[in-house]
């Protein structure tokens, strides 16, 4: 077995023979790079599609490539099945037990036969338990379960948070993310919403716009309460009452609000927000495997959760400098229903973004399906890499040649030899079809060093993912219920953690206190709605408003900070603790010079009544600013490179592995150009040399056939011919005798051919273990998770901290009949 542990190439398996259909020995590689150029995996059920995508999951995860795996059958969570010891103990709970009575086995013995059948089958293709303790070691992995808790659930309302600013600059980008969202939403509740049409999705895709554009936050129960009382006045030229009466609009909030209060829908709203960065990459910047476990969704649900999915990670993939290295993958086990030929659902316009856009940034595509009538190969012309398994009837196949030659462009395509090759195909073997290639390739899959245990079930899933359950304390959602009242605002119960009101500011529920005039007082915005029967109660706060710069000519900072932030007021000798408050979710821009109608007051405790307090209170917002808004740098010694302002940790230790792999690359190219000419020079000796062995073993054969049959028929002629032997057949007999010893000369140039080729093999094998000492000192081994980092505290100066006010702000709570005060200035 050739090596195949080479720097960026993954592993995919052994060349085919299309005459014969076995394996050559010849290790298939591809080069990582190449899957920038995204890839589709083409095969009926039963081809060996899931293992050749589990087994591309896997290289990745070996190469420190984070991955999203979209899983809609429940296969890819195989990819957590890992067992380096290969003992029949950790198959046994994984084994199914009808597939061992089928067998006439207790599921002991299967689990024993399993086990012998996967060491032996990493043996035959070179890999063993050491290689599936390296995958382990390499990444980490989870299962999320979107509307479930039997995995890791996903938070979907936070993909309503506004996108990165830097989005607001592509606008083809914005309009992509707002177009997916409303379309998902509403895909949700069944609503058939036409971007430019339909009155529904124009309506969500104004109210996105306008609360993203400030830079502001929506949940669903936001959204709900928009469309009821819609943020803005007209839609176009028209306004909203005439484009869109509210009893109109409210029978498509009561769609949403079923929705929300649906017990069902309670598992969304729980479990980590969905952010594309954190499914990538731990905290600490460990490349991750993530699989999208989606296949107990309904078919709504899943396109839904596909469109949020997508829109965020082509949100993030624009947040990315550019690399000509992979960066991550995304692999979709099941593209049906996602990019049909004709129809245009959601998660089409998403895809087609990624296919175009993706390879600047590093983001490789892998795309995979048993049904090749349901696909866009127009769409798919963007692959440059294609692998097509055993497919199921003509009609398939002919719709894929259909569609690959299409996706040629012109390019060189004989679709007869390629239609007699895909119909000759076996298990596991697949035929890898890439732009870069003269030829297509046969190959058989490598066998997997995850166990393949077939459709993992829920409890399946919740065992393995029983130990990463996220960390409780999570803020429930929003509940919303319809409101009897007419005109009144949709009724809602809001949960969250945040500040309340401190202990010393009873909620009487008072009317607004009298202060001094020296006292600036502001109110925080109303940012959700209360539920039936509550009161709104302003309680106090301090709230102090300040421009922070942080700069350093050495490290290349100038960042300014706009910052807001809230402390609650207590009575006792620490009045207002800085370091205790928290930031407020809005900009100073947004907070308001007058209470909302009808609301109640709570008590002002003793200190905040005194205008003297303020000035005090202003110079520990400060001296706390300059203490607690110091930028903390991250340094690598190597490769030596500094983060940028605002880059997290992890982001910076993802970033590592990136330029790392980025130098690997560039140091494996410059050595591969170092050794071309010298390895294409013996190359060709070499096949001189061995068509001179191949002529030198022809001519030698036919002398001694000649030799051979000149004596045999001299000496047979004269005792078949029943005559003495004579001069003359002697003579014909030394003449044949002298053909014989040509034919040993002969032989012997046979040898000394051989001789001469295995010479220049030798010299390959030696450059080749020279480029491979050189390349182990290419970075192969550098963990960008583990490296040892240097912090770097950048404080602001004293004077670059510009403080605004420190001033008494109102914030809203909604009082429940019980006395309980739920924030009403937060989301959600």
């Given amino acids: 077995m050739q090596d195949f542990e080479k720097l960026g190439a993954f592993y995919l398996g052994q060349q085919v023979d299309g005459k014969t259909q076995k394996a ?93 059948a996967w060491k032996g089958g990493l043996e035959a293709s070179g890999q063993d338990g050491a290689r599936i303790q390296r995958l382990r070691d390499a990444a980490d992995f989870a299962i999320y379960t979107p509307g479930s808790v039997a995995g890791l659930p996903l938070s979907v309302l936070g993909s309503f948070s506004a996108p990165p600013a830097a ?12 177009t997916a969202t409303a379309t998902g939403v509403l895909t949700l509740v069944g609503v058939d919403g036409d971007p430019v049409q339909s009155r529904e999705h124009i309506l969500l895709g104004a109210i996105l716009e306008q609360a993203w554009g400030a830079g502001r936050d929506l949940d669903l129960a936001g959204l709900v309460a928009a469309i009821q009382q819609p943020p803005m006045a007209r839609v176009g030229v028209m306004d909203v009452e005439s484009f869109y009466p509210g009893k109109e609009r409210f029978a498509l909030a ?83 229903g996602y990019m049909p030929p004709t129809a245009n659902p959601p998660t089409k316009m998403l895809l087609l973004t990624l296919l175009k856009q993706a390879r600047a940034f590093g983001l490789g595509v892998v795309l995979s399906t048993q049904n090749p009538v349901d696909l866009d190969y127009k769409g798919l012309s963007n692959a440059g890499l294609w692998f097509v398994g055993r497919l199921q009837t003509e009609r398939d196949k002919k719709r894929l040649m259909d569609g690959l030659e299409g996706a040629a462009s012109g390019g060189s395509f004989d679709r007869g030899t390629m239609e007699g090759t895909i119909a000759g195909l076996g298990k596991r073997v697949f035929l890898m079809h890439s732009v870069k290639e003269p030829e297509p390739v046969l190959f058989s899959t490598r066998w997997t060093l995850s166990y393949l245990a077939g459709p993992l079930t829920r409890d399946q899933v919740k065992s393995l993912m029983s130990g990463q359950k996220p960390a409780a304390g999570a803020a429930p959602a929003a509940r919303v219920r319809a409101s009897g009242a007419a005109g009144a605002p949709a009724a809602a119960t809001v949960g969250g953690s945040g500040a309340v009101a401190p202990a010393s500011a009873t909620p009487s529920g008072g009317a607004r206190p009298v202060l001094a005039p020296a006292i600036t007082q502001y109110f925080l915005p109303l940012a959700s709605r209360g539920a039936a029967g509550a009161q709104l109660v302003y309680t106090p706060m301090a709230a102090g408003a300040a421009d922070i710069v942080v700069s350093s000519t050495r490290y290349n900072v100038n960042e300014t900070t706009h910052l807001v932030r809230l402390a609650a ?55 706390w600013a300059k203490e607690s808004q110091a930028m903390t740098l991250y340094s690598c010694s190597a490769p030596k490179v500094v983060s940028n302002p605002g880059e997290g940790e992890g982001e910076f230790r993802a970033r590592l592995q990136v330029l ?78 002298r053909g014989v010893a040509r034919a040993g000369k002969e032989s012997g140039d046979v040898a000394r051919a051989g001789e001469s080729a295995e010479a220049i093999r030798q010299q390959l094998a030696a450059i080749e273990a020279e480029v491979t000492e050189k390349a182990q000192g290419l970075g192969a081994d550098f963990d960008a998770a583990t490296v040892a980092l240097v912090e770097i505290p950048v404080k602001p100066k004293p004077g670059d901290i510009t403080v605004h006010y420190v001033a008494l702000a109102w914030a809203p709570h909604w009082k429940s009949p019980d006395g309980t005060l739920v924030p009403a200035w937060k989301a959600g």
């Fill in 24 to 116: 050559s020995g010849t290790v298939l590689l591809a080069d990582a790079r190449d899957f920038t150029t995204h890839a589709v995996i083409v095969g009926m059920t039963g081809s060996g599609k899931t293992g050749l995508g589990i087994g591309l999951i896997e290289e990745a995860a070996i190469d420190k490539i984070p991955v999203i795996a979209v899983d809609p059958k429940g296969d890819l969570g195989n990819v957590l099945l890992t067992f380096p010891l290969l003992a029949p103990a950790d198959f046994r709970p994984w084994v199914d037990e009808r597939s061992a009575q089928e067998q006439g086995l207790d599921a002991d013995a299967f689990a024993t036969k399993q086990a012998a």
């Fill in 167 to 178: 989005l607001k600059d592509d606008p083809d980008a914005w309009r992509e993310r707002v």
């Fill in 254 to 336: 009561m769609k949403l609000n079923g929705l929300l209060a649906s017990s069902g829908f309670a598992a969304w709203t729980q479990g980590e927000p969905l952010s594309a960065a954190a499914l990538l990459h731990t905290a600490g910047g460990r490349p991750r495997v993530s699989v999208m476990s989606i296949a107990h969704l309904s078919d709504s649900e899943r396109m839904f959760f596909m469109s949020l999915l997508l829109a965020e990670l082509i949100s993030w993939m624009r947040s990315q400098p550019g690399t000509g290295t992979l960066r991550a993958l995304l692999y979709i086990d099941e593209l049906f």
């Fill in 569 to 623: 007021i207590e009575s006792g000798p620490v009045p207002v603790d800085w370091g205790q408050g928290e930031d407020a979710p809005f900009d100073a821009s947004q907070l308001e010079q007058a209470p909302a109608e009808g609301a109640a007051f709570a008590d002002v405790p003793k200190p905040a009544a005194d205008p003297k307090q303020y000035s005090r209170w202003s110079k520990l917002f400060s001296a």
């Fill in 660 to 737: 790392a792999r980025e130098s690997r690359d560039g140091g494996v190219a410059k050595l591969r150009e170092k050794y071309a000419a010298r390895v294409a020079s013996l190359t060709e000796r070499l096949r001189v040399a061995e068509a001179r062995v191949a002529k030198e073993r022809s001519d030698a054969a036919a002398s001694k056939l000649q030799a051979a049959v000149g004596i045999g028929s001299a000496i047979l002629g004269a005792v078949l011919g029943r005559k003495a032997i004579s001069a003359a057949t002697l003579n014909r007999v030394g003449t044949a005798a």
